[in-house]
Every structure is written in C-alpha cells, then in structure tokens.
C-alpha cells in the first residue's frame, strides 16, 4: 500500500504536466494553422518568429511595410500590426469601459481612452483633426482594441481571445482597409517633431522586466545555497514574514519608478503595475532566498520538544502528514510533512521529540526532525 501511494504521489503529476502540454501544444499547432491561414489570404508572407513561437509576416501596401505578428497579454490571441514611423514618442489610445473610466480619467473622444508621458508633443498631435479623423475610423473597425505610437512604431492591437473568434468578427477586407488609414496615419505623425521625452523602454525594464529578473536570481540563489535544509515549523509563517519584509521595499521601489518613468498621463499604470508585480514576486523571493536567510544567518540556540500524534493522514499531493496535539492546536498551520517511513511506523497516540530554532527572520524552523520516543 505505501510502495502503491507513493507511485501515485509521483506518478500523477507527471501526467497531468504531461495532459497540460499536450493540451497546449495541439491548440498551439491549430493557432498556427488559422494564423497562416489568415496571413496567406491578405497576401502577407511569413517571415519568422518572435521568441521562437509566435510567427510573423509582412505585407507591402500602399508603399509602406507592415508586419504582422501575435503577442501580449493574452498571449497567443493577441493579434497585432505594426508600422515603422519616423517621429519618436509615446501615445496609447485604447477602448475603455467602467475600470478604465475610474482609474483613467483622461480621454480622447468618447469610449477612447488615452496616456502619453510628453505633454507637448501629445497635445500637438491630439488637437490635429485629420489625426482625429484617422483615429476615429479605425475605432469604427470591427474588434480594434487599441492604437499605440511606441517608439518609432504605430501598433494597432485586436484582442478576441483567439484566432477563431479573430476572424469571425474581423474581415479580411477590415484588415486591408486598417493598413491604408496606418499609412496615412504614419504620414500625420511624421509631419510633427518627435517627443522630446522617451522613456517607455525604461518603464518596461523597471515595472516588469527587472522585479522578475530579480525574483528569478534571488530564488536560484536561495536553492543552490540550500534553502531545503531549513523546513519551518510553519510554512505560511515565511510568506507572511516576507511580506513584512519586503512590503516597504515594494512600497518605495514603486514611488521611484514613478518618479523616473511616470508622466502625466502615466501614473496610474506605473504604480498599479509595479506595485501587483512585486506582490507576486514576493512569495517565490521568501520561499526560496529568505528561507535561506532565516536559517543560515540563525545563531538562536536549539528548543527541544515534546509532544503526541492526534491524527495521521496522507495527502495525494501534500504527502504523508501528521498532526500533534499541543503544537497544531495553537498553530494557523495544521500539520508536519514526514517521510513515509515514519508515516508507517508512527501511530496516533505516540510520543515524538523535536527542536526548533528561532529563526533569523523570526520565523522558527525544524533544527531536529520529529523522531519517536519511548
């Protein structure tokens, strides 16, 4: 029976993980067909891929080359043109509903919604009504979720959860028509001096890129220093530890990316970005390098402790556990992971001995695993 747990606590991960890309890679390869597909019925020719997965194509028209491609929040499914621009700055215009109209109050015309970080040269192309004119009729077409002067590029942007749903609401005569008004658009931006402020590369290494390159180097450097060798009494106790810790941290990283990359228009997406990426960082961070930390830097002196098994029980994913009287009466958490050695030889009713230690951080940990006494 225990030899029987043991290969199902092993091997059903495996398969779901297994089901999972399975999953993902058919519905992967049909994307891809409907895709190409699409690319090949509006005359555009496949050029490569993005990141390796994402394919891209590009179509002349109209004496200027756009190129196609997926990408963006919802990943797959977010399909997007873009079109090389002379004129440098940063303009997103994006269909808005009841989050946008609390959160953003600025818009351009009704049900359009806009940020931009440089004032003047923003002003200079909102208030030109042939820009006005270009924009509201690519609003008008079927499905467009947002149109975005980024860089040297202008990027219109569809997101309907799929290339299936794509080309039921989008025609292909919708999309020819997007890269005529794009041209024209071009030639509208090009003729106003560039932004003399551009710092939207810098904002997406300080909200996004660098807060996970962190998480991700910090974490590996909690596992190759040994942060396994520190088991706390009570896991959650690190989490809540590591939101204590890194809180304020979190809280002044983000006032200084709003004082380096925010704008006018800016502030509210600066912080709110940063601000719920640190949040998810954070977890990854105190499970792996502050558990180090809290071990490895511990110069309390070991407790020894004793007490009696409640209850035992086994937990397909959480492993064999067992739970003891006086401490998991007291504790938010409810129970040890042991081995299974030790699941089948413990019964409820048996003495155990263990010691802890205080914890660098606060946060107490298994100095001595539990072990049966007389």
Known sequence: MGLWSAKIEYVLPSLLLTLLFLLWYFG????RRELFDFYNSIGAKHTGYRWLIFPVAELEADGKKFRLFTEGGRGLYAFKVSLEVQALGYLRLWRGGLLDRILFRRRYMEGIFVEYEDSQWAE????????????KKLFDLPGLSSVEIKGKKLILCWHLGGMDRFRKVVSKEAVLEAFKIMADLGKTIDAVPSAEVYRETLRGWLTLKLPIFATILLSIAGFFLGFYRYDHVCDHEILLAGFKILMPIVILYTASVLFLTGGPTLGQRVILKTFFICLVCIPMISLFFLTWVNGYFDRSEPEFKRDTIARKYHLIRGGHRVVLAELHKSKWCDSFKVSEGFYMRAQVGDRVEYAVKRGFLGVSWL????????
């Open 367 to 374: 100095y001595r695993k539990l072990s049966l006494t007389e």
């Open 124 to 135: 200079k192309l909102l208030g030109r009504e042939d820009f006005k004119d270009m924009v």
């Open 28 to 31: 992967y390869g049909r994307h």
